[in-house]
Protein backbone atom coordinates (compact mmCIF):
# COMPACT_ATOMS: atom_id res chain seq x y z
CA UNK A 1 0.00 0.00 0.00
CA UNK A 2 1.13 3.76 -0.83
CA UNK A 3 -0.13 6.41 1.05
CA UNK A 4 0.56 9.75 0.38
CA UNK A 5 -0.97 11.83 2.55
CA UNK A 6 1.07 15.12 1.58
CA UNK A 7 -0.45 15.54 -1.39
CA UNK A 8 -4.22 14.83 -0.38
CA UNK A 9 -4.19 11.04 -2.01
CA UNK A 10 -3.44 7.69 -1.53
CA UNK A 11 -3.39 4.10 -3.27
CA UNK A 12 -5.06 1.00 -2.31
CA UNK A 13 -3.45 -2.28 -3.79
CA UNK A 14 -6.72 -3.78 -2.88
CA UNK A 15 -10.04 -2.59 -4.29
CA UNK A 16 -14.07 -3.11 -3.21
CA UNK A 17 -14.59 -5.37 -6.08
CA UNK A 18 -11.18 -6.39 -7.76
CA UNK A 19 -7.79 -5.96 -7.67
CA UNK A 20 -7.34 -3.17 -9.94
CA UNK A 21 -5.43 -0.40 -8.46
CA UNK A 22 -7.71 3.12 -7.10
CA UNK A 23 -6.27 6.56 -7.17
CA UNK A 24 -8.84 8.27 -5.24
CA UNK A 25 -7.90 11.95 -4.94
CA UNK A 26 -10.50 14.14 -2.65
CA UNK A 27 -10.04 16.53 -4.94
CA UNK A 28 -11.33 14.56 -8.17
CA UNK A 29 -14.94 15.42 -9.24
CA UNK A 30 -17.53 12.95 -7.41
CA UNK A 31 -19.28 12.45 -11.50
CA UNK A 32 -15.64 11.12 -12.31
CA UNK A 33 -15.56 7.96 -9.76
CA UNK A 34 -15.50 4.31 -10.68
CA UNK A 35 -19.04 3.72 -9.08
CA UNK A 36 -20.89 6.28 -11.05
CA UNK A 37 -24.10 4.55 -11.94
CA UNK A 38 -23.97 1.80 -10.28
CA UNK A 39 -27.87 0.32 -9.94
CA UNK A 40 -29.88 1.43 -6.83
CA UNK A 41 -30.27 -2.57 -5.90
CA UNK A 42 -26.63 -2.95 -6.54
CA UNK A 43 -25.97 -0.02 -4.34
CA UNK A 44 -27.44 -1.36 -0.77
CA UNK A 45 -25.46 -4.61 -1.65
CA UNK A 46 -22.24 -3.15 -1.99
CA UNK A 47 -22.66 -0.79 0.65
CA UNK A 48 -23.99 -3.41 2.97
CA UNK A 49 -20.95 -5.89 2.26
CA UNK A 50 -18.20 -3.28 2.67
CA UNK A 51 -20.11 -2.41 6.04
CA UNK A 52 -20.18 -5.28 7.22
CA UNK A 53 -16.75 -6.47 6.27
CA UNK A 54 -15.10 -3.34 7.92
CA UNK A 55 -17.26 -4.08 11.07
CA UNK A 56 -15.31 -7.76 11.43
CA UNK A 57 -11.61 -5.49 11.30
CA UNK A 58 -9.89 -4.70 14.70
CA UNK A 59 -8.38 -0.88 15.35
CA UNK A 60 -5.16 -2.26 13.49
CA UNK A 61 -6.29 -2.92 10.21
CA UNK A 62 -5.73 0.51 8.83
CA UNK A 63 -5.85 -0.54 5.44
CA UNK A 64 -9.67 -2.03 5.36
CA UNK A 65 -10.69 1.66 7.34
CA UNK A 66 -9.23 3.82 3.80
CA UNK A 67 -10.34 1.05 1.80
CA UNK A 68 -14.11 2.01 3.68
CA UNK A 69 -13.45 5.61 3.61
CA UNK A 70 -12.80 5.46 -0.06
CA UNK A 71 -16.09 3.63 -0.99
CA UNK A 72 -18.54 5.38 0.92
CA UNK A 73 -17.20 8.80 0.08
CA UNK A 74 -17.65 8.05 -3.65
CA UNK A 75 -20.83 6.63 -3.36
CA UNK A 76 -22.62 9.55 -0.60
CA UNK A 77 -23.98 11.21 -3.82
CA UNK A 78 -26.23 8.15 -4.87
CA UNK A 79 -26.83 7.66 -0.75
CA UNK A 80 -27.70 11.48 -0.11
CA UNK A 81 -30.83 11.40 -2.82
CA UNK A 82 -34.32 12.65 -2.36
CA UNK A 83 -35.89 8.84 -2.62
CA UNK A 84 -33.36 7.63 -0.06
CA UNK A 85 -34.30 10.09 2.64
CA UNK A 86 -36.18 9.06 5.43
CA UNK A 87 -36.41 12.21 8.13
CA UNK A 88 -34.55 14.82 9.27
CA UNK A 89 -33.32 16.31 13.01
CA UNK A 90 -32.41 19.58 14.51
CA UNK A 91 -29.01 18.70 13.88
CA UNK A 92 -28.67 15.77 10.53
CA UNK A 93 -30.81 14.31 7.90
CA UNK A 94 -31.27 10.40 7.86
CA UNK A 95 -30.68 8.27 4.29
CA UNK A 96 -31.29 4.70 3.74
CA UNK A 97 -28.74 2.87 2.62
CA UNK A 98 -30.32 -0.83 2.80
CA UNK A 99 -32.62 -2.49 4.99
CA UNK A 100 -29.87 -2.98 7.37
CA UNK A 101 -28.11 0.46 7.42
CA UNK A 102 -28.60 4.30 7.03
CA UNK A 103 -26.18 7.17 6.91
CA UNK A 104 -26.69 10.11 9.03
CA UNK A 105 -25.32 13.47 7.70
CA UNK A 106 -24.80 16.57 10.22
CA UNK A 107 -26.82 19.48 8.53
CA UNK A 108 -25.14 21.81 6.49
CA UNK A 109 -22.78 18.86 4.58
CA UNK A 110 -23.35 17.67 1.24
CA UNK A 111 -22.21 14.99 -0.18
CA UNK A 112 -18.80 16.65 -1.68
CA UNK A 113 -18.46 17.98 2.00
CA UNK A 114 -19.41 15.45 4.58
CA UNK A 115 -16.31 13.33 4.76
CA UNK A 116 -12.53 14.55 4.48
CA UNK A 117 -9.86 12.96 3.04
CA UNK A 118 -8.13 13.37 6.64
CA UNK A 119 -11.11 11.82 8.49
CA UNK A 120 -10.65 8.51 10.11
CA UNK A 121 -12.98 5.57 9.77
CA UNK A 122 -14.32 5.09 13.51
CA UNK A 123 -15.93 2.10 14.53
CA UNK A 124 -17.52 3.58 17.91
CA UNK A 125 -19.03 1.91 21.38
CA UNK A 126 -20.33 -1.64 20.62
CA UNK A 127 -22.32 -2.03 23.49
CA UNK A 128 -25.37 -0.27 22.42
CA UNK A 129 -25.57 -1.83 19.24
CA UNK A 130 -26.28 -4.91 20.96
CA UNK A 131 -29.30 -3.49 22.26
CA UNK A 132 -31.92 -4.46 19.77
CA UNK A 133 -34.31 -1.59 20.46
CA UNK A 134 -31.47 0.95 20.02
CA UNK A 135 -30.50 2.40 16.76
CA UNK A 136 -29.17 5.77 18.07
CA UNK A 137 -25.20 4.78 18.34
CA UNK A 138 -23.34 4.76 14.91
CA UNK A 139 -22.02 1.80 14.06
CA UNK A 140 -19.18 3.64 11.78
CA UNK A 141 -18.42 7.28 12.39
CA UNK A 142 -16.62 8.97 9.32
CA UNK A 143 -16.19 12.70 9.44
CA UNK A 144 -19.74 14.27 9.50
CA UNK A 145 -21.04 11.09 8.23
CA UNK A 146 -22.44 8.19 10.70
CA UNK A 147 -23.73 4.38 9.80
CA UNK A 148 -26.64 3.62 12.10
CA UNK A 149 -28.69 0.34 11.87
CA UNK A 150 -31.86 0.90 10.08
CA UNK A 151 -34.73 1.19 12.61
CA UNK A 152 -37.42 1.67 9.66
CA UNK A 153 -36.37 -0.76 6.96
CA UNK A 154 -39.84 -0.56 5.73
CA UNK A 155 -40.08 3.51 5.58
CA UNK A 156 -43.02 2.81 7.65
CA UNK A 157 -43.23 4.35 10.57
CA UNK A 158 -44.40 7.19 13.12
CA UNK A 159 -42.60 8.94 15.72
CA UNK A 160 -44.19 9.16 19.20
CA UNK A 161 -45.46 12.79 19.19
CA UNK A 162 -45.23 15.22 16.07
CA UNK A 163 -42.21 15.29 13.94
CA UNK A 164 -39.79 18.03 13.77
CA UNK A 165 -40.38 21.45 13.22
CA UNK A 166 -38.19 23.80 15.23
CA UNK A 167 -39.03 25.35 18.43
CA UNK A 168 -42.48 25.55 17.49
CA UNK A 169 -45.23 24.33 19.91
CA UNK A 170 -47.77 21.56 17.94
CA UNK A 171 -50.38 22.97 15.85
CA UNK A 172 -53.92 22.69 16.38
CA UNK A 173 -53.49 20.21 12.51
CA UNK A 174 -50.57 18.49 14.57
CA UNK A 175 -52.83 17.19 17.42
CA UNK A 176 -55.26 16.21 15.59
CA UNK A 177 -53.61 14.00 13.07
CA UNK A 178 -51.72 12.48 16.59
CA UNK A 179 -54.82 11.90 17.88
CA UNK A 180 -56.40 10.29 14.86
CA UNK A 181 -53.56 8.56 13.94
CA UNK A 182 -50.76 7.66 16.54
CA UNK A 183 -53.28 7.11 19.86
CA UNK A 184 -55.10 4.41 17.71
CA UNK A 185 -52.02 3.06 16.28
CA UNK A 186 -49.88 2.61 19.65
CA UNK A 187 -53.10 1.10 21.77
CA UNK A 188 -53.21 -1.56 18.95
CA UNK A 189 -49.23 -2.54 19.03
CA UNK A 190 -49.06 -5.70 21.47
CA UNK A 191 -48.66 -6.61 24.36
CA UNK A 192 -44.92 -8.39 23.15
CA UNK A 193 -43.61 -5.26 21.67
CA UNK A 194 -44.03 -3.11 25.10
CA UNK A 195 -42.32 -5.63 26.87
CA UNK A 196 -39.52 -5.89 24.30
CA UNK A 197 -39.11 -1.79 24.64
CA UNK A 198 -39.25 -2.50 28.84
CA UNK A 199 -36.79 -5.10 28.61
CA UNK A 200 -34.47 -3.28 26.10
CA UNK A 201 -34.88 -0.36 28.49
CA UNK A 202 -33.31 -2.63 31.65
CA UNK A 203 -30.79 -3.75 29.51
CA UNK A 204 -29.67 0.03 29.15
CA UNK A 205 -29.75 0.71 32.87
CA UNK A 206 -27.14 -1.76 33.55
CA UNK A 207 -24.84 -0.34 30.95
CA UNK A 208 -22.31 2.33 32.99
CA UNK A 209 -19.19 3.95 32.72
CA UNK A 210 -16.75 4.66 35.65
CA UNK A 211 -14.99 8.34 35.67
CA UNK A 212 -12.08 9.59 36.87
CA UNK A 213 -13.15 10.10 40.24
CA UNK A 214 -14.85 6.68 40.49
CA UNK A 215 -18.54 7.90 39.78
CA UNK A 216 -20.88 6.60 37.34
CA UNK A 217 -22.16 7.64 34.31
CA UNK A 218 -25.78 5.44 33.48
CA UNK A 219 -27.81 6.18 29.65
CA UNK A 220 -31.25 7.26 29.11
CA UNK A 221 -32.88 7.87 25.88
CA UNK A 222 -33.82 11.67 25.29
CA UNK A 223 -37.55 11.82 25.04
CA UNK A 224 -38.05 15.37 25.50
CA UNK A 225 -38.09 15.19 21.58
CA UNK A 226 -40.63 12.69 20.90
CA UNK A 227 -38.76 12.26 16.95
CA UNK A 228 -36.39 9.74 19.21
CA UNK A 229 -38.67 6.68 19.78
CA UNK A 230 -40.41 5.91 16.70
CA UNK A 231 -42.98 2.51 15.95
CA UNK A 232 -41.81 0.67 12.65
CA UNK A 233 -43.91 -2.56 11.80
CA UNK A 234 -45.24 -2.70 15.16
CA UNK A 235 -42.04 -2.53 16.99
CA UNK A 236 -40.90 0.35 19.30
CA UNK A 237 -37.02 1.72 18.48
CA UNK A 238 -34.91 4.35 19.94
CA UNK A 239 -32.81 6.34 17.77
CA UNK A 240 -30.47 9.58 18.37
CA UNK A 241 -27.73 10.06 21.08
CA UNK A 242 -28.63 9.08 24.77
CA UNK A 243 -28.22 11.11 27.53
CA UNK A 244 -25.35 10.62 29.94
CA UNK A 245 -26.99 10.75 34.23
CA UNK A 246 -25.36 9.83 37.32
CA UNK A 247 -28.75 8.64 38.14
CA UNK A 248 -28.94 5.26 38.82
CA UNK A 249 -31.60 3.37 36.43
CA UNK A 250 -32.43 6.06 34.97
CA UNK A 251 -34.73 4.24 32.52
CA UNK A 252 -38.03 3.71 34.62
CA UNK A 253 -41.85 3.41 33.85
CA UNK A 254 -42.38 7.18 32.67
CA UNK A 255 -39.15 6.36 30.18
CA UNK A 256 -42.25 5.01 28.51
CA UNK A 257 -44.92 6.82 29.46
CA UNK A 258 -43.52 10.26 28.77
CA UNK A 259 -43.09 9.62 24.48
CA UNK A 260 -46.03 7.49 24.19
CA UNK A 261 -49.17 9.16 26.28
CA UNK A 262 -47.95 12.69 27.57
CA UNK A 263 -45.65 14.66 25.32
CA UNK A 264 -46.42 15.57 21.94
CA UNK A 265 -42.90 17.95 21.17
CA UNK A 266 -40.38 19.39 23.25
CA UNK A 267 -42.51 22.28 23.89
CA UNK A 268 -46.34 20.58 24.24
CA UNK A 269 -48.63 18.43 25.64
CA UNK A 270 -51.43 15.53 24.89
CA UNK A 271 -55.05 17.30 25.39
CA UNK A 272 -57.61 15.40 27.13
CA UNK A 273 -59.67 13.70 24.36
CA UNK A 274 -63.18 12.06 25.76
CA UNK A 275 -62.97 9.40 22.89
CA UNK A 276 -59.25 8.90 23.42
CA UNK A 277 -59.80 7.55 27.48
CA UNK A 278 -59.89 4.16 26.46
CA UNK A 279 -57.33 3.57 23.58
CA UNK A 280 -54.67 5.58 26.17
CA UNK A 281 -55.79 3.71 29.03
CA UNK A 282 -54.52 0.76 27.13
CA UNK A 283 -51.67 1.97 26.26
CA UNK A 284 -51.09 2.95 29.81
CA UNK A 285 -51.60 -0.56 31.43
CA UNK A 286 -49.86 -2.34 28.54
CA UNK A 287 -46.77 -0.01 30.02
CA UNK A 288 -47.31 -0.77 33.45
CA UNK A 289 -47.38 -4.34 32.87
CA UNK A 290 -44.11 -4.16 30.72
CA UNK A 291 -42.30 -2.32 33.02
CA UNK A 292 -43.38 -4.48 36.00
CA UNK A 293 -42.45 -7.64 33.81
CA UNK A 294 -38.69 -6.03 33.30
CA UNK A 295 -39.05 -4.83 36.71
CA UNK A 296 -38.41 -1.24 35.84
CA UNK A 297 -38.38 1.53 38.34
CA UNK A 298 -41.79 3.40 38.66
CA UNK A 299 -40.14 6.33 39.80
CA UNK A 300 -40.79 9.23 38.16
CA UNK A 301 -38.32 12.18 38.32
CA UNK A 302 -37.72 15.45 38.33
CA UNK A 303 -37.69 15.09 34.46
CA UNK A 304 -41.01 14.68 33.89
CA UNK A 305 -42.00 16.65 36.73
CA UNK A 306 -45.44 17.63 34.78
CA UNK A 307 -46.25 13.36 33.86
CA UNK A 308 -48.46 12.67 36.68
CA UNK A 309 -50.78 15.88 36.55
CA UNK A 310 -50.89 15.08 32.27
CA UNK A 311 -51.74 11.12 33.23
CA UNK A 312 -54.29 12.44 35.50
CA UNK A 313 -55.81 14.72 33.06
CA UNK A 314 -56.26 12.41 30.14
CA UNK A 315 -56.88 9.48 31.89
CA UNK A 316 -59.62 10.48 34.33
CA UNK A 317 -60.61 7.73 36.35
CA UNK A 318 -59.00 5.24 34.23
CA UNK A 319 -55.29 6.00 35.85
CA UNK A 320 -56.35 3.97 38.97
CA UNK A 321 -52.91 2.50 39.54
CA UNK A 322 -51.19 3.83 42.73
CA UNK A 323 -47.44 4.36 41.84
CA UNK A 324 -47.00 4.47 45.03
CA UNK A 325 -48.51 0.79 45.82
CA UNK A 326 -46.16 -0.43 43.00
CA UNK A 327 -43.12 1.09 43.73
CA UNK A 328 -43.59 -0.41 47.60
CA UNK A 329 -43.82 -3.79 46.24
CA UNK A 330 -40.80 -3.92 43.71
CA UNK A 331 -38.59 -2.22 46.66
CA UNK A 332 -40.26 -4.71 48.94
CA UNK A 333 -39.43 -7.60 45.73
CA UNK A 334 -42.39 -9.17 45.61
CA UNK A 335 -43.22 -11.71 43.12
CA UNK A 336 -44.00 -10.01 39.68
CA UNK A 337 -47.11 -11.75 39.19
CA UNK A 338 -48.37 -10.40 42.62
CA UNK A 339 -47.43 -7.27 41.06
CA UNK A 340 -49.20 -8.20 38.08
CA UNK A 341 -52.65 -9.25 39.84
CA UNK A 342 -52.47 -5.87 41.26
CA UNK A 343 -52.39 -3.62 38.04
CA UNK A 344 -54.70 -6.26 36.19
CA UNK A 345 -57.27 -5.60 39.78
CA UNK A 346 -57.12 -2.31 39.63
CA UNK A 347 -57.41 -1.57 36.03
CA UNK A 348 -60.55 -3.92 35.41
N1 LIG B 1 -31.03 4.64 12.81
C1 LIG B 1 -32.07 5.19 12.20
N2 LIG B 1 -32.84 4.46 11.37
C2 LIG B 1 -33.92 5.01 10.72
N3 LIG B 1 -34.29 6.29 10.86
C3 LIG B 1 -33.56 7.08 11.68
C4 LIG B 1 -32.42 6.58 12.39
N4 LIG B 1 -31.90 7.59 13.15
C5 LIG B 1 -32.69 8.66 12.91
N5 LIG B 1 -33.68 8.38 12.05
C6 LIG B 1 -34.77 9.25 11.57
O1 LIG B 1 -34.35 10.61 11.57
C7 LIG B 1 -35.09 11.37 12.54
C8 LIG B 1 -34.18 12.34 13.22
O2 LIG B 1 -33.15 11.62 13.84
P1 LIG B 1 -32.44 12.15 15.17
O3 LIG B 1 -33.44 12.38 16.22
O4 LIG B 1 -31.36 11.18 15.48
O5 LIG B 1 -31.87 13.55 14.64
P2 LIG B 1 -30.88 14.65 15.22
O6 LIG B 1 -30.75 15.66 14.15
O7 LIG B 1 -29.64 13.99 15.72
O8 LIG B 1 -31.46 15.21 16.52
P3 LIG B 1 -32.68 15.96 17.15
O9 LIG B 1 -33.70 14.93 17.45
O10 LIG B 1 -32.04 16.50 18.37
O11 LIG B 1 -33.24 16.99 16.26
C9 LIG B 1 -35.75 10.36 13.46
O12 LIG B 1 -36.98 10.83 13.99
C10 LIG B 1 -35.95 9.17 12.53
O13 LIG B 1 -37.15 9.30 11.79
MG1 LIG C 1 -33.94 13.27 17.87
Redesign the pocket.
Known sequence: MNINLSTNSFNLNKNVNNNKQLNLTTHTPKNNLKFKGIQPNELSRVLDANIDSVLKTNAFDVGARMKFHKVINELLPQIMTPENF???????K?YKISDKY?A?VKRGYDANSAIHFYNFTKLPDKRFNQLDIY??EPVIRLGNTEI?????PSKN?I?CGT??RGAKAATIDERAEYDKTFVPLCASIPQESYDKFANGLAELNKIHDMKMNLSKVYYTP?II?P??I?ISDNEFKI???LDKTKQREPNTLFTMLEPLLIRLSPESYVHYNEELVEPRAKIYKKCLIAATKANLPIENSLTYEYSDYYLGDILKTRKSVSHEDLRKMRLRDEPIENRLDYIENAMK
Do not use: M, P
Open positions: INKGRESVVKYGLKNATFCSYDNNNLVDK
